[in-house]
């Protein structure tokens, strides 16, 4: 029996796009590969698409439907993939869910990669790394500074993006993680739940310019860090506790020499300890700051994609299926 899987894709203004995403997996799979529901969540875009400008699906396509969720509001990607990934979570007749960017950098042709190693680890989140990167030496070492903060202050290494093949139990733990939210490739790895990576190429996009430029890649980054935003309050406490230690420690040492010896230059004893005591003072608001920040974080209500993405959606409309002729728009 086929695998049901739902495509799950953002999209903002590039529908062009999303009609060659469609056209390259009708082309590359047949129905007795997977059964596909392709769910694009219009994320605030200008224009929309419809039964009347949507795409028509061949009675032996692959893709069992197109769907579209629109959005209130522009959320943003990650916020946007949340609110599918929630609006998805209920379903029993799907067997998992992919991730991916309708631009055409997640290729479809390696969606027969996550699928074969899903069937060979199918309790497993299947995400796929890309083994090689085209962007510009800037974006490259933006990246990897990313990479190297995010384990510094998680304790975690973070080597994927989005593209990748959940599980429906996967889907459900998520859709119930407030750290969803802000970023999925974190929250996976806070989730606990079991991964595993591939190796996959970045393609080419169908049309149009990447909108992941340097400031962007800095809002994904901190989006990301969020996820684990109760340990960098511990770890940014600790520090700031040791720095407090070594400031007392060195203060009394400069009082030390300065009474019982005759090494200290005259001034010089006073000179430190005024700057000592400045960073003492510091670490010390510091410390209290990060204490008042993680006790308030702790307490807050947090949004659950489950229950509170709900109220972004403006409205679910199915815009094509394998039928002969087109029909008018229905709600799903």
């Not at 062009?16 to 590969?33: H, R």
């Not at 003492?280 to 229950?307: F, G």
Request: glycine share 6%; with cysteine.
């Amino acid at each position: 029996m086929a695998w049901r899987l739902a495509i799950l894709t953002p999209v903002l203004d590039d529908w062009p796009s999303l009609s060659e995403l469609i056209s390259e997996i009708n082309a590359g799979y047949s129905a007795d590969d997977a059964e596909f529901e392709l769910i694009a969540v219009d994320d605030g875009s200008s224009t929309s698409w419809t039964a009347e400008t949507g795409p028509s699906l061949p009675l032996n396509s692959c893709i069992k439907s197109v769907s579209v969720i629109q959005l209130a509001l522009n959320l943003g990607h990650q916020r946007a993939i949340a609110v599918g990934l929630a609006s998805l979570s209920e379903r029993t007749d799907l067997d998992g869910v992919v991730v991916m960017d309708s631009d055409g950098e997640d290729r479809p042709s390696d969606l027969a990669i996550l699928m074969a190693m899903s069937r060979t680890h199918p309790a497993h989140v299947i995400m796929a790394r890309r083994a090689e990167r085209s962007e510009t030496t800037v974006f490259k070492i933006g990246y990897q500074i990313y990479k190297t903060l995010f384990r510094l202050l998680s304790g975690h290494g973070i080597s994927f993006g989005n593209f990748c093949l959940l599980p429906m139990p996967a889907v459900h733990r998520l859709a119930h993680m407030p750290e969803l939210w802000n970023n999925l490739p974190a929250t996976i790895i806070r989730s606990r739940l079991r991964h595993c990576t591939v190796q996959t190429k970045r393609g080419k996009r169908y049309t149009g310019q990447s909108k992941m430029n340097l400031p962007a890649l800095v809002v994904h980054g901190l989006s990301a860090m969020s996820v684990y935003t109760d340990i960098i309050f511990v770890r940014v406490l600790l520090a700031a506790f040791g720095l407090c230690a070594v400031s007392i420690v060195s203060i009394i040492s400069v009082v030390m020499i300065r009474l019982t010896t005759t090494w200290a230059i005259p001034g010089w004893a006073t000179t430190v300890v005024g700057d000592l005591l400045i960073i003492l003072i510091q670490a010390l608001i510091l410390l209290v700051a990060i204490t008042l920040m993680l006790l308030a974080n702790r307490s807050a209500r947090q949004l659950v994609p489950i229950t509170d993405t709900t109220a972004f959606i403006a409205e679910r409309q199915l815009v094509a299926s394998r039928q002969p002729a087109r029909e008018a728009p229905v709600n799903v």
